[in-house]
């Protein structure tokens, strides 16, 4: 691309395929030049971390990186069943969040694409803690004795029941593909480690967003990917004002509100990462949130695309590429 005029792409066609493996054909066939590969193909194309000597022979290329992002569980503050700050309710989410075991769900699910995270702001983001530790990580031993000093006892059929003697259940809501599937058995299966029921809400993406603004989803697992490499960016997520927009949890905590208000007075420093500490700590004390992961951004090109290189904040990358006809050596 050096001395070349940009932009040097007339059009810019891009396909939204929801479906991984359609996707996957549709580039190995040359139908699309860039792919964005996902953690259910990483084991077709990738051997550990670098791409398989059948596709390099092909001219594609694998550009790696990790990206400035959370993915989280999260309860609907708000939800009647399971959201407020009762002890009971309390109990209940932090049990959910630790029948979940997070580096199995990255092992199996993710095919090894993301990376066990545990503190609401990601690497390579200013606040970033390495060390943090979260106290709601996988413990289902602990999370039925949270479950049975509540008295959230177990009947004939070894479901547990509310107060109101009915079974409780969880309602989770997740997208249309076949990975939201493995992603619903997979917490199906966690549930049952403690005796919790399992429901599913499957809906597609506009419309989780919907619900969720409106505050009418239960259970979930989201995902932010960074705006800007600040850990504001992250924190803001769960800001009381934010509700109806980004915080997606529906949180609403007064003492937590005023924290996140002094923090935006500070930059990056100390007395901010300290904030954060007593911010990140007061979610999962609270059983609202579970940080599970940052995703590694695997994109494939092929050989007549010129110029891309990946950015971690920067998506529109559009403007610095250049492709030679199909066939044609760079």
């Known amino acids: 691309m ?79 069943d399971f959201g407020g700050d009762s002890k009971s309710h309390i109990a209940l989410r932090r049990a959910i969040f630790m029948s979940i075991d997070d580096d199995e769900m990255i092992r199996v699910l993710f095919n090894g694409q993301a990376i066990r995270e545990q503190y609401p702001v990601p690497p390579g983001v200013a606040g970033y803690d390495p ?14 004795l949270l479950l049975d000093q509540e008295g959230y006892q177990r009947g004939k059929d070894g479901w547990r029941q509310g107060p109101n003697g009915q079974v409780i259940t969880v309602r989770f809501t997740s997208g249309v593909t076949s990975q939201d599937r493995e992603i619903e058995a997979f917490i199906r299966k966690s549930l049952s480690r403690i005796g919790l029921a399992f429901s599913s809400e499957k809906l597609r993406f506009p419309d989780i967003l919907r619900l969720e603004r409106q505050c009418r989803l239960q259970f979930r697992l989201s995902g932010w990917i960074a705006d800007y490499p600040d850990g504001d960016n992250f924190m803001q997520l769960w800001y009381g004002p934010h509700t109806h927009e ?7 905590n007064a003492q937590w509100d005023a924290l996140y208000d002094q923090s935006i007075l500070w930059p990056q420093s100390s007395e901010r990462d ?8 007061m979610l ?17 090109t092929q050989s007549w695309v010129l110029g891309y290189s ?10 610095y590429l250049d492709i030679t006809p199909h066939g044609v050596n760079p």
């Open 2 to 80: 050096k001395g070349k005029k940009i932009p040097q792409i007339d059009q810019i066609d891009i396909q939204m395929i929801d479906e991984p493996q359609s996707a996957w054909l549709s580039f190995s066939r040359g139908e699309l030049d860039i792919l964005g590969l996902s953690g259910q193909l990483a084991p077709v194309v990738l051997d550990h971390e670098k791409l398989r000597e059948k596709w390099i022979h092909q001219g594609i290329r694998l550009n790696r990186l990790s990206e400035p992002m959370i993915s989280y569980f999260y309860f609907n503050y708000l939800d009647p």
């Open 131 to 144: 060390q943090y530790e979260s106290v709601l990580g996988f413990n289902p031993e602990l999370a039925n």
């Open 246 to 252: 980004n915080n997606g949890a529906c949180y609403q």
């Open 274 to 281: 300290e904030l954060y500490h007593q911010m990140a700590r």
């Open 284 to 300: 999962e004390l609270d059983g609202i949130t579970k940080i599970s992961s940052t995703a590694v951004r695997n994109v494939l």
């Open 310 to 319: 990946p950015h971690p904040i920067l998506a529109s990358v559009w403007q």
